[in-house]
């Protein structure tokens, strides 16, 4: 019954799926439980399926067999693909966490660049809305080590954080969207945030930037209200200080300093030459595509995995790299990488008026 309801909240709900549409859907073999429900729902309403198996072993065995020449292919049928099909859902049900961990992290960044075409596609036609998506996640036994949960401790968190267990899941996201777009409407009127903790003093600058509201249609859980800065208005230190996987590669307490929007020093306890190595990438990889708060009260605690600890509440989260024309931003880059910080003991400064304290927005 779970899985039906969560077939049913991303087909319904989420991407919306109608006759005649074309849907990719990106999966893992350990969601097949839910891929059986999700392709009755689909083609219930009379669109096309089409599954792209997901195995991390098969990443780490073409970073370790690919000639440069093939790190720097560009693939028409992945270009195809993005250009024309109508609904993308991507179902994270890792078999294994950190498949990229002993790969040079040069050749992880040739690849970026040879997609960051795909990238820019994918971003255009979100922002003209083209393009409907979902990024959404399935309980795996390697998704609940990584996060230090057994089995069934992690399935009962995931569910929670999807609000499976309400008898009308889509109420109660229309009920958090509905509290999220309150916030909006605070932020739409900020020129400049100030974020400051005993670590961080960092000021952005987002007047004239549209704030969204991510109510659980793009990304499932949802739970966040998020923006893109001034490409040159991020000033000041950041310390990230909870951990973030990317591309398998885990780092912890990123230390980041800005000026005139660049990352001009940057530094991590765990993972520092990666994240160095990453901002080399390209131009728009030193500079914030998105930031943005967690909202999910739902969600109480890291599991190493962005989907959920960006929506933690009582966060804020940027993002390096590549923003979302939606917003306004106009960043490019072949990465987006998505860091946070727990701000139950720090404060956010609107226009020089404290708007944030203790975790929660302070709401007329």
Same mark, same amino acid.
């Given at each position: 019954?779970?899985?039906?309801?969560?077939?049913?909240?991303?087909?319904?709900?989420?991407?919306?799926?109608?006759?005649?549409?074309?849907v990719l859907?990106?999966?893992? =073999?350990? !969601? %097949?439980? /839910?891929?059986? *429900?999700?392709?009755? @729902?689909?083609?219930?309403?009379?669109?096309?399926?089409?599954?792209?198996?997901?195995?991390?072993?098969?990443?780490?065995?073409?970073?370790?067999?690919?000639?440069?020449?093939?790190?720097?292919?560009?693939?028409?049928?992945?270009?195809?693909?993005?250009?024309?099909?109508?609904?993308?859902?991507?179902?994270?049900?890792?078999?294994?966490?950190?498949?990229?961990?002993?790969?040079?992290?040069?050749?992880?960044?040739?690849?970026?660049?040879?997609?960051?075409?795909?990238?820019?596609?994918?971003?255009?036609?979100?922002?003209?809305?083209?393009?409907?998506?979902?990024?959404?996640?399935?309980?795996?036994?390697?998704?609940?080590?990584?996060?230090?949960?057994?089995?069934?401790?992690?399935?009962?968190?995931? =569910?929670? !954080? %999807?609000? /499976?267990?309400? *008898?009308?899941?889509? @109420?109660?996201w229309e009920n958090q969207a509905e509290t999220q777009k309150k916030i909006v409407e605070l932020l739409s009127n900020v020129s400049e945030l100030r974020y400051v903790s005993d670590d961080t003093d960092l000021t952005v600058k987002v007047d004239g930037r549209i704030w969204i509201n991510d109510e659980g249609r793009k990304n499932m859980p949802g739970g966040e209200v998020f923006t893109a800065p001034h490409e040159d208005g991020v000033d000041g230190v950041i310390v990230f200080d909870?951990?973030?996987?990317?591309?398998?590669?885990?780092?912890?307490?990123?230390?980041?300093?800005?000026?005139?929007?660049?990352?001009v020093e940057a530094d991590a306890e765990v993972g520092g030459e990666f994240l160095k190595k990453v901002l080399e990438t390209d131009e728009g990889a030193k500079r914030l595509g998105e930031l943005a708060f967690g909202l999910n009260y739902d969600i109480t605690r890291p599991i190493k995995q962005i989907l959920f600890d960006e929506k933690i509440g009582g966060t804020v989260h940027m993002a390096l790299g590549a923003a979302y024309p939606s917003t306004g931003g106009k960043n490019v880059s072949a990465i987006h990488w998505d860091m946070i910080k727990d701000m139950k003991n720090a404060k956010v400064y609107g226009d020089g008026e404290l708007i944030y304290s203790e975790g929660r927005f302070i709401l007329p």
């Open positions: 019954m779970t899985l039906s309801k969560f077939a049913k909240l991303i087909v319904d709900y989420c991407v919306s799926i109608k006759e005649g549409d074309e859907v990106n999966a893992s =073999y350990e !969601a %097949l439980p /839910l891929l059986r *429900e999700l392709w009755k @729902e689909i083609v219930s309403r009379g669109a096309y399926p089409r599954l792209n198996l997901v195995e991390e072993s098969l990443t780490e065995t073409f970073y370790k067999y690919a000639k440069d020449s093939l790190l720097d292919y560009r693939s028409k049928i992945d270009r195809y693909i993005v250009e024309n099909i109508d609904v993308r859902i991507s179902i994270i049900s890792s078999t294994h966490t950190k498949p990229l961990v002993d790969v040079d992290p040069e050749k992880v960044k040739r690849r970026s660049m040879a997609n960051r075409e795909l990238t820019e596609i994918f971003m255009k036609r979100d922002g003209e809305g083209s393009l409907r998506w979902v990024v959404t996640a399935y309980p795996t036994k390697a998704l609940a080590q990584e996060a230090g949960m057994s089995l069934l401790s992690f399935e009962e968190f995931v =569910y929670k !954080a %999807l609000k /499976l267990g309400y *008898e009308d899941p889509v @109420e109660a909870l951990p973030s996987v990317w591309r398998g590669i885990e780092v912890r307490n990123v230390k980041l300093k800005f000026r005139n929007g660049e990352v």
